[in-house]
């Protein structure tokens, strides 16, 4: 049995988290400020704070920018349902565009679909692969569009244009132009769910790196008390013996880490880096064994400015049907191999259907989507099981041709 993606737990991780658990505090405290800074001299950005997950880490940013009714946020039709999902709990509206061949958000759509409502640009680093940023950054922040901006609070104001969110759910380790994701746009947002590359069981990392008419290490502390009730001392702060004094200053919301999960990202954190290699070995060898089939289409992860963090291998077979690719992951699972779809595009799910978003007005989110199956890709993952895993597809997809 091959699986799709078990987590990477070994004595390292158990030891970081039975010294959490003996420690005598396990939720937010000493560990988790150690991730935090730890991932901010990673990426190199000037302020990064902990959240329970990537999709409560891009909501409070959107709730941080004062997005709400009447607003609208551009996001990619193919992403996961997070993405959007947390535009509708602001009450805004997703504005969708399609996607590149690369699977990345299409700088022109952006352009075409900006108005004066818009307030957010929602970036996803689809599988680990960098948005094309120089052409994201140079469309929003030109004077053509910046001219459309309305701002209606002091954030905005002083913004002067809508606020670029890298969600970079997969890719911390990617980088564009030599600059790691996390100190690329405004803000980027990681996930360490159980899944990702780098995880925490459930959690994710806010990376501000907002512009100089912003201090990035005050907006932390400010996202630190909205992920906290709105009050002003953490929960260590208060058990100091005589502290116990405190206030809320606004509805906060109940988002932080605790030092139990940061525990397991901080024992990978400082080997990340080999964690990527080996990543890139598996993408390099699933590469290399359906070079000379004319029918695999093998996704980009590196170019001349982008290179990914290899976190879905998100292989097409060029001209299969939905039915068709249906039947290639039911084989592979017969013989005991997992295999995935990432992901089915917005205006396929019920919620957004049902909202009026039309698959049709995406054509290459679906083109990309009906031949998609993504392939196992972790640590673990020996590259016989890799050659053994494409063995198996080009098999299986040669027999459905
Ligand atoms: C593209 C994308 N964005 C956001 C998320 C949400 O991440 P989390 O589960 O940490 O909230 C995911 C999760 O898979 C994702 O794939």
Not at 104 to 128: C, F, H, M, Y
Not at 170 to 188: E, L
Not at 249 to 264: C, H, R, S, T
Not at 301 to 311: A, T
Request: aromatic residues 10%; glycine residues 4%; neutral net charge.
């Amino acid at each position: 049995m091959i699986p799709f993606s078990p987590p990477k737990v070994d004595q390292r991780v158990i030891d970081e988290v039975i010294d959490a658990l003996n420690s005598g505090w396990i939720t937010t405290g000493p560990k988790t400020k150690i991730l935090e800074s730890k991932v901010a001299d990673y990426v190199n950005s000037p302020a990064v704070l902990c959240v329970n997950s990537c999709t409560s880490g891009l909501f409070l940013m959107l709730k941080w920018f004062g997005i709400q009714e009447g607003d609208e946020v551009i996001v990619p039709a193919y992403t996961y349902a997070a993405s959007a999902n947390i535009i509708l709990h602001c009450g805004a509206k997703p504005v969708m565009v399609d996607v590149k061949e690369d699977f990345t958000i299409d700088p022109n759509e952006v352009a075409q679909r900006i108005s004066s409502k818009t307030k957010a640009i929602i970036a996803v680093d689809l599988g680990g692969l960098p948005c094309d940023y120089d052409a994201l950054i140079n469309i929003v922040c030109s004077d053509k569009y910046v001219k459309y901006f309305e701002p209606n609070n002091e954030n905005q104001a002083k913004l002067a244009r809508p606020l670029i969110i890298t969600d970079a759910a997969h890719s911390i380790g990617a980088t564009f132009a030599n600059k790691k994701v996390g100190s690329i746009t405004d803000v980027a947002v990681f996930s360490f769910h159980a899944v990702k590359n780098l995880t925490t069981a459930e959690g994710g990392a806010i990376c501000l790196n907002l512009p100089k008419c912003f201090d990035n290490k005050s907006i932390y502390n400010t996202l630190r008390i909205k992920s906290l009730h709105g009050q002003t001392k953490d929960a260590l702060a208060k058990t100091k013996a005589g502290a116990w004094e405190y206030d809320i200053l606004e509805p906060g919301f109940k988002y932080n880490m605790p030092d139990v999960l940061a525990a397991i990202g901080l024992a990978e954190i400082d080997r990340y880096e080999e964690t990527l290699k080996k990543r890139k070995a598996i993408y390099d060898a699933y590469s290399s064994l359906f070079k000379n089939y004319s029918w695999a289409l093998t996704p980009i992860y590196e170019d001349d400015k982008r290179q990914s963090s290899y976190h879905l291998y998100l292989l097409r077979i060029k001209g299969f049907s939905e039915k068709q690719r249906n039947l290639l992951i039911e084989n592979m699972a017969e013989r005991g191999m997992a295999t995935n779809v990432h992901y089915k595009p917005l205006p396929l799910l019920s919620l957004y259907k049902s909202m009026g978003y039309k698959i049709e007005d995406y054509p290459r989110s679906y083109s990309l989507y009906k031949n998609e199956i993504s392939l196992p890709v972790y640590f673990n993952l020996s590259l016989e099981n890799v050659q053994e895993l494409g063995q198996a597809l080009i098999e299986e997809v040669e027999s459905l041709l």
